[in-house]
């Protein structure tokens, strides 16, 4: 039994968030908190807050806007993080609804409604409550029969779902799953940090994976394997959770928010991501050589162009490692699913093309896939 990628879909909101914006609410709040506390800084007590750099977000990362589900309170320099308003049980959540967005997309891409789904997996690095499950919430939304279940990996939850997708369909226990991926990452930056303030971005990607002989849509993809890989760091961690609320928690503790060794993960993960992608390969009697697209994890530009270098052994050109960092910044699981949803349909029949995600965990997955 084969399975294929059959149809995606990619939703943004409206709102976005250049990085002169973040800078100038940051610089007003290091501002503010340093004069009020300048006795104590200058005795040493307390850190001074320290201020940001457009020019050094862009030269450090490759963003230079990202997406916001919500723009309100973000720039508040008083508030400095986004008003989401509270929905009612009977109305559909902010992620059902961010994924509702893009699910109906990749259905539409696929050609099939959401009746003809065996499956809903929810997949992101948050949701926004633990029970009923997000996926349940969409499945019923998109009035599918079935079965539905959210789950967690961080920047690797899209394609660790797209994996389970994969198996359903190859162990006959599902005929069409939809993987959706609201990232919904605003509510964890900690936008007082010039560290992290500029790194993340809302978006909801979602896809359709469908038992090969049923696929009909105008793109396919075939899944010929799935790898995953995951090495425990802390240096990529939120210690937010369900517990908080016992221990007190500020909603303002950095502890409690995203927060990262930056250069240790840079250091770390991308030779780890390059042999896990060649040795995927390999167990397809591939070569980077062989592949004619490389949609990978979005989180920094310097990072991508060290892995496609060290697994081309020359840098990849535009078109061969497509980058969407500049526009959407890192939106976790959801970045190389947006660089394939913009950056597929030109691939010719027999190319071969790799997803890979790589991120907090430490966690590496990936996908080989070839055009039908
Ligand atoms: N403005 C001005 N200066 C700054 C700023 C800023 N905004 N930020 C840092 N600096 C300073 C630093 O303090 C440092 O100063 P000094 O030399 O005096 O100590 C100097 O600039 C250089 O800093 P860095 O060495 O940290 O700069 P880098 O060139 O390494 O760039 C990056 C920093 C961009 C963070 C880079 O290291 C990076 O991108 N690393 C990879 C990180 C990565 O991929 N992380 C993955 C995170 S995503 C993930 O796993 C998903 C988690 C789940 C989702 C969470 C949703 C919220």
């Keep these: 039994i084969s399975a294929v990628i059959s149809g995606v879909g990619l939703w943004n909101p409206e709102n976005t968030l250049t990085n002169v914006e973040l800078v100038q609410v940051l610089n007003a709040y290091a501002d503010q908190f340093n004069e009020t506390h300048a006795a104590d800084i200058e005795a040493g007590k307390v850190e001074p807050v320290a201020k940001s750099d457009p020019d050094f977000i862009e030269k450090a990362s490759g963003i230079r806007q990202r997406y916001v589900y919500r723009k309100d309170g973000i720039l508040d320099v008083d508030r400095m993080r986004p008003r989401i308003p509270k929905r009612r049980d009977d109305e559909l959540s902010h992620q059902a609804e961010m994924g509702l967005n893009a699910a109906r997309k990749a259905l539409a891409a696929a050609g099939i409604e959401g009746s003809d789904l065996d499956a809903v997996i929810v997949s992101c690095s948050y949701t926004e409550r633990a029970y009923p499950a997000i996926a349940i919430e969409l499945q019923s939304a998109l009035g599918c029969e079935g079965f539905g279940f959210d789950m967690l990996v961080a920047c690797s939850a899209a394609t660790f779902a797209q994996h389970r997708a994969y198996d359903m369909i190859r162990s006959g226990s599902a005929q069409r799953v939809l993987v959706v991926n609201p990232e919904l ?59 908080s609320r016992t221990q007190d928690v500020d909603p303002f503790d950095p502890d409690a928010l995203f927060h990262q060794e930056g250069r240790t993960v840079f250091k770390e993960v991308c030779p ?61 699981s959801a970045g190389s699913i947006i660089a394939f949803s913009l950056y597929h349909e030109d691939l010719q029949s027999g190319d071969y093309g790799v997803i890979c995600s790589f991120g907090a965990g430490y966690s590496i997955g990936s996908l080989v896939i070839r055009k039908r």
């Design 272 to 332: 780890m991501a390059a042999a896990h992608i060649t040795g995927h390969l390999e167990a397809h009697d591939l070569t980077p050589a062989d592949v004619t697209r490389w949609w990978l994890h979005q989180a920094n530009i310097n990072m991508n162009q060290l892995i496609t270098k060290k697994l081309l052994g020359r840098p990849a050109d535009g078109d061969e490692a497509p980058i969407v960092l500049d526009r959407y910044a890192n939106t976790a």
């Design 185 to 243: 990452t605003s509510p964890q930056v900690n936008y007082r940090d010039r560290d992290s303030h500029f790194i993340f971005g809302d978006v909801a990607t979602a896809v359709v994976i469908e038992r090969g002989d049923l696929a009909q849509s105008a793109h396919q993809y075939e899944i010929l394997g799935t790898r995953a890989k995951t090495v425990f760091s802390n240096a990529i961690r939120s210690n937010f959770g369900y517990v």
